[in-house]
């Protein structure tokens, strides 16, 4: 598509449940990024992808947090035993070579 | 220490003003810079990246100085719909030529008529 798409836009889940967030990035775009913002805050970085390379999971806040980049395209960011503090709009970017991000409009997920 | 740091505003100006944000990184080995804009609820969208030389789009100019570590973004003749969060973002030299952006936590402006 022409632009990075994430699936869903929103997500509640129950306290302690399992979410999957899904990015399509962009054709062709090597690197793909995964960041959360909170109301009213910056952007939070998570996990970075890099072609075939091993991904830069610094950002994890918790190993409760793991991603994974299928075949260098869809990514898939899940959250094992959700927290009420995960809650948060996860948003998903990709880029190419000497480029800034594309965002994709974000999965908004309330835990309750 | 934040890698990028951004006054929160807000920012509130008539149309027709000009407003300078500023925004200021602590890596010097910074090598890339951008300044995004996002609108409530929206996601962050590239506004336009900066160049050593400075550079302009319309309304719009960035400025890099990397003796003091800072870009700008000036904005004249303000409009209603400039009203928005704008963001700057810094890419660090890594090993890889597609590293990761710092974000700064963004700068509100309100354009009142």
């Known amino acids: 598509g022409a632009g990075v798409s994430q699936s869903p836009s929103n997500k509640v889940t129950e306290k302690g449940k399992d979410v999957e967030l899904r990015c399509d990035p962009i054709s062709g775009h090597t690197a793909l990024y995964w960041y959360r913002q909170s109301l009213g805050q910056g952007l939070e970085f998570l996990i970075y992808?890099?072609?075939?390379?091993?991904?830069?999971k610094s950002g994890l806040p918790s190993d409760r947090f793991s991603a994974e980049r299928t075949g260098g395209s869809v990514s898939t960011l899940t959250i094992q035993r959700t927290q009420q503090e995960d809650s948060a709009v996860y948003l998903c970017?990709?880029?190419?070579?000497?480029?800034?991000?594309?965002f994709g409009s974000g999965t908004r997920l309330t835990v309750v | 220490r934040k890698e990028v740091e951004q006054d929160p505003g807000p920012f509130n100006v008539p149309e027709g003003a000009t407003v300078a944000f500023n925004c200021t990184y602590s890596n010097s080995a910074s090598q890339s810079f951008f300044w995004y804009r996002q609108d409530c609820r929206k996601e962050p969208k590239l506004l336009m990246s900066?160049?050593?030389s400075g550079n302009e789009d319309g309304r719009f100019t960035a400025q890099l100085n990397r003796a003091s570590q800072y870009i700008s973004l000036l904005i004249r003749d303000s409009k209603l719909s400039d009203s928005a969060t704008y963001l700057c973002a810094v890419k660090e030299m890594g090993g890889s030529t597609l590293g990761r952006l710092y974000f700064g936590r963004g700068t509100q402006l309100t354009v009142w008529p």
């Open positions: 992808f890099q072609g075939n390379s091993a991904p830069d």
């Open positions: 900066v160049y050593s």
């Open positions: 970017a990709s880029s190419q070579t000497g480029y800034g991000y594309t």
